[in-house]
């Protein structure tokens, strides 16, 4: 087999493109931990909001075509959200016996 110019450049550019989608790949695997590692426990919260945000599109979008699918579901999204940030209001004003301090009570029977 011969050498020629062609064939090396070839394989020089397969070579390079390959590596070059390696390192993007890396550099993007890279980014997403940055930006996890940033948000820390902030990005299921994230993620919920733009799922309520897709949720009301559709929500608005069914009410507007007169879908009872969209509608229902809407419906169902909603008491589910607003359930969850009363109780998200009740356990930060420590509403009950919601609390964040955990109180451990010892009996000792002698």
Same mark, same amino acid.
């Given at each position: /087999? +011969?050498?020629?110019?062609? +064939? =090396?450049? !070839? /394989?020089?550019? !397969?070579?390079? $493109? %390959?590596?070059?989608?390696? #390192? +993007?790949?890396? #550099?993007?695997? *890279? @980014?997403?931990? #940055?930006?996890?590692?940033? @948000?820390?426990?902030?990005?299921?919260?994230?993620?919920?909001?733009?799922?309520? $945000? *897709?949720?009301?599109?559709? &929500?608005?979008?069914?009410?507007?075509? =007169?879908? +009872?699918?969209?509608?229902?579901?809407?419906?169902?999204? @909603?008491?589910?959200?607003?359930?969850?940030?009363?109780?998200?209001?009740?356990?930060?004003?420590?509403? &009950?016996? @919601? %609390? !964040?301090?955990?109180?451990?009570? $010892?009996?000792?029977?002698?």
């Amino acid at each position: /087999m +011969t050498w020629s110019c062609s +064939t =090396c450049l !070839k /394989m020089l550019v !397969k070579s390079n $493109i %390959s590596e070059l989608r390696s #390192q +993007t790949q890396n #550099q993007a695997c *890279i @980014l997403e931990r #940055q930006i996890f590692d940033f @948000l820390g426990y902030q990005w299921a919260p994230i993620l919920a909001n733009f799922f309520h $945000i *897709i949720i009301v599109i559709l &929500g608005l979008f069914g009410t507007i075509q =007169c879908r +009872t699918r969209y509608i229902t579901g809407y419906a169902t999204w @909603l008491v589910l959200w607003v359930s969850w940030n009363v109780f998200i209001i009740c356990f930060y004003l420590e509403a &009950g016996d @919601l %609390s !964040k301090v955990r109180h451990d009570v $010892i009996i000792v029977i002698c």
